[in-house]
């Protein structure tokens, strides 16, 4: 782990041209770093960073006297910043070379460039955010929905930790009951006592299920579902795919085999992030290059979450498209009969002993009919995939998800024992097993290596 004691620094907005651009200092000499390149408009004067205070001045090379840009500068003091530490930040034009050449004077001056997520580990390890807290940061920078980023921001006030923090109370007094047995043996424990106990070990069952159900129920906002376009070469998929997504992203043609690579974007219904795949027509071919686009076709059709079984409705059904159908019959989706703008020469009957559960629709992707009912469709079926049965979902990672579901393991085997009258040291071992992987989502006992990998995972600057 790095020193927390040296300053950092690192440019805290993406690199590209834009009307802001902000370089972010935090450390206990940002405040005197800060003050050697910030001047008053002449250059000449150096400007005042009182704590709270938003200044407007020019930044300029302490050495060479070379203005660089004007800017705003922030100055944060510590305890009252994100990382409780001294933070500067200067707002300056959102261009690439104004951006580097102000963190390069910065680093000159003495601070170091941050690690990727450093700014978050240390508002972690000053304890202003626990470690679920420290995770919806990422969540709400990557969320592709509304909904998605306001489940972020509700962990980031301590939605998962406060859940989690109940649990743990009770688990706690459970531990203490346990060990009080432990510790006085002399003192018979009642079966009143051992009930209360067992009751208590159950309500801490009930309650991280329904944690793991809320957090279940949140993967689809956070995660997304795969849903890819399959059917015979020339029948509509890219069409539809570019009436879903509301762009021309697949080239559409009348030239059968046109598409031989898989093309994919995101679209966002009613609050659940889609992520949707046009793939290579399917069917026998001699071409190189359109066989392997078929087998891709294939191989994101059978990792998909979701499929959409495109059939031409203005011609008769074949044998192909029937196979194909059988393909996918497994697979949870719909059934897309398309071009119902000309003459319809499929109906729904004949696709049912293939179509599986999937819903059949009639659509044109040239008139938008139907485009509404694929929609509600493929939203109601995305949300029914992935989640539980909880009504109050709460964003939780798979890392998240795995040490609820092992503390609720453990307080299964805790309960079970209390039930059979195991003595009660072997019950606590699995009560303590329990706490830890609780522990394990705020990070009280998360292990460096394990900082270092979430962290990790975090652009630089944040």
């Known amino acids: 782990m790095s020193d927390a004691r040296e300053t950092i620094a690192a440019i805290s907005t993406p ?4 009307a802001i651009g902000i370089v972010r200092v935090s450390g206990n000499r940002a405040f005197d770093i800060a003050s050697q390149i910030f001047r008053d408009l002449s250059g000449q004067r150096k400007r005042d960073l009182k704590p ?31 990382t409780r530490e001294d933070v500067v ?26 690690e990727p997520g450093e700014f978050t580990k240390r508002a972690f390890l000053a304890g202003r955010i626990d470690l679920s807290q420290a995770e919806a940061v990422i969540d709400i920078i990557r969320a592709k929905t509304d909904s998605a980023r306001r489940l972020a921001l509700a962990n980031l006030r301590g939605d998962l930790s406060s859940r989690v923090n109940r ?59 795969s849903v890819v376009f399959v059917g015979r070469p020339n029948v509509g ?88 159908l059988t393909q996918v019959a497994d697979k949870s989706g719909v059934v897309a009969i398309n071009k119902c703008d000309l003459e319809c020469f499929v109906n729904e009957e004949s696709l049912m002993p293939y179509a599986g559960d999937k819903k059949i629709l009639r659509m044109s992707a040239k008139t938008g009919e139907g485009l509404r009912e694929l929609e509600e469709a493929l939203a109601g079926l995305a949300v029914e995939r ?48 329990a706490l830890f992987w609780l522990d394990q989502i705020t990070g009280r006992s998360a292990s460096e290596d394990l900082m270092d990998k979430i962290f990790s995972e975090f652009c630089i600057g944040k």
């Open 237 to 324: 998929k890219s069409s539809l795919f570019n009436a879903l997504v509301g762009k021309a992203r697949a080239i559409v043609t009348d030239i059968p085999g046109t598409t031989r690579d898989v093309i994919d974007d995101w679209i966002s219904i009613k609050g659940v992030p889609l992520r949707l795949v046009d793939t290579a027509g399917m069917r026998e071919t001699g071409n190189l290059i359109e066989q392997l686009g078929v087998e891709a076709a294939n191989r994101q059709a059978e990792e998909a979450d979701l499929v959409i079984a495109v059939i031409d409705g203005s011609r008769p059904v074949c044998d192909e498209e029937l196979d194909m």
């Open 386 to 433: 992935i989640t539980g049965t909880s009504e109050s979902p709460v964003m939780a990672n798979l890392r998240q998800l795995e040490a609820v579901q092992n503390a609720m393991h453990s307080m299964k085997e805790a309960k079970d024992a209390l039930g059979r009258g195991v003595l009660p040291d072997l019950v606590a071992i699995d009560i303590h097993e």
């Open 15 to 18: 690199l590209g041209e834009g």
């Open 89 to 114: 930040e200067f707002s300056c034009h959102g261009g690439v070379s104004v951006l580097m050449k102000v963190l390069e004077l910065v680093i000159r001056l003495g601070a170091r460039l941050a």
């Open 167 to 225: 649990i743990r109370d009770n688990v706690l007094t459970l531990i203490a009951h346990i060990e009080a047995s432990i510790d006085f043996p002399d003192e018979a424990v009642d079966a009143m006592d051992v009930e209360d106990m067992v009751e208590r070990a159950e309500e801490a069952v009930a309650a991280l299920k329904e944690l793991a159900d809320a957090g279940m129920s949140s993967r689809v906002y956070r995660d997304g579902v």
């Open 52 to 82: 709270w205070g938003v200044r407007y001045g020019s930044i300029v090379d302490p050495e060479t006297g070379e203005h660089i840009d004007e800017a705003l500068a922030i100055a944060m003091p510590a305890p009252y910043s994100f």
